[in-house]
DNA sequence: AAGTTGTCTTGAGTTATTCAAAACAACTGA
DNA sequence: TCAGTTGTTTTGAATAACTCAAGACAACTT
């Protein structure tokens, strides 16, 4: 089944108007398989399947793929750039202030105008992000064994 | 009036229990003059006033004022760490796609549902994070300007 | 099957930021 | 006012994430 997806990643290549390559099929089965991953990830998931490959050459199938639309960048405050296959839906994300773990959050619907500033000050607005900081369920876990001390 | 602005400089310093260094109130004040600023334009406008220092002792300082509440930390995508003095009212930023410029734009009251996160799998949601990106005034013009040509 | 175009590999370089140790200065109490 | 203590700054070096460039190579076109 491995086969089936490749191909299917292929074709999701070709209609971006890409070269199918070992490198992007592999990058793209790496995201599918742990979305929210930066570049070194990758490279380390990447790396048993195409042993010649180098971290650059990571970093540029994925400033490709994103150029491409295929994948979506995701920049959090003190993380390094995280990348997701997730896209077009303008979704959101929340980071664990503890151990940086992300996950998505649905855009709120309903509530688009909260997402228009008061005031541009002249300023034309593209795109809204919105990013949710907390701690995940694991951490709260550790930290309250850790105050039950 | 330097004076007096450096001695309130200095108080507020001293009410969150920090020491009152010359290279802390230089770098408050340049961050009332130039909101939005990163390390190395804080050094270049704390420089002149202060030969002997250096970016680290910068660093330094950006530092020990954000852990004691004194400033902001801003880091918006594709940029470096972004320092202001305007604190405590969870405003938000619009970001310029062309120039980096940064502006402040006030939190939309009345609105606060929209930042919470539908679905948040289990997060205990400390903050809401809005960032805004456009294109500024003056990129606008320069663009209307090439189109024209 | 050969050519062209775009991609990957290899190697080096850049930028923002952090770490560590010694020199130094600000607040404390005498 | 002065010495002591504690915290800050200076100096120097190191790190991490990412980018750039040139040649080797592979994917699609005809």
Redesign the pocket.
């Known amino acids: 089944m491995e086969t089936v997806t490749d191909a299917a990643l292929a074709d999701t290549l ?1 209609e971006a108007g ?7 099929v592999a990058v793209l089965t790496a995201l599918t398989e742990i979305p929210h991953s ?3 990830t990758i490279f380390g998931a990447v790396l048993p399947s ?1 042993p ?3 971290l ?2 990571v ?3 994925l ?2 793929l994103t150029t491409a639309g295929l994948l979506r960048k995701i920049e959090p405050a003190g993380s ?2 995280l990348y997701e296959r997730r896209i077009g839906d303008n979704h959101h994300h929340i980071v664990c202030t503890e151990c940086s773990a992300v996950r998505d959050v649905d855009c709120v619907v309903g509530h688009a105008p909260c997402l228009t500033p008061s005031d541009a000050g002249g300023f034309t607005v593209h795109t809204a992000e919105v990013n949710f900081w907390g701690v995940c369920p694991d951490c709260q876990n550790a930290l309250t064994q850790k105050s039950a001390d």
């Open positions: 070709r890409l070269k199918v390559t070992e490198p992007r930066d570049a070194d195409l010649g490959t180098s650059q050459a970093y540029g199938v400033a490709a390094s750039a």
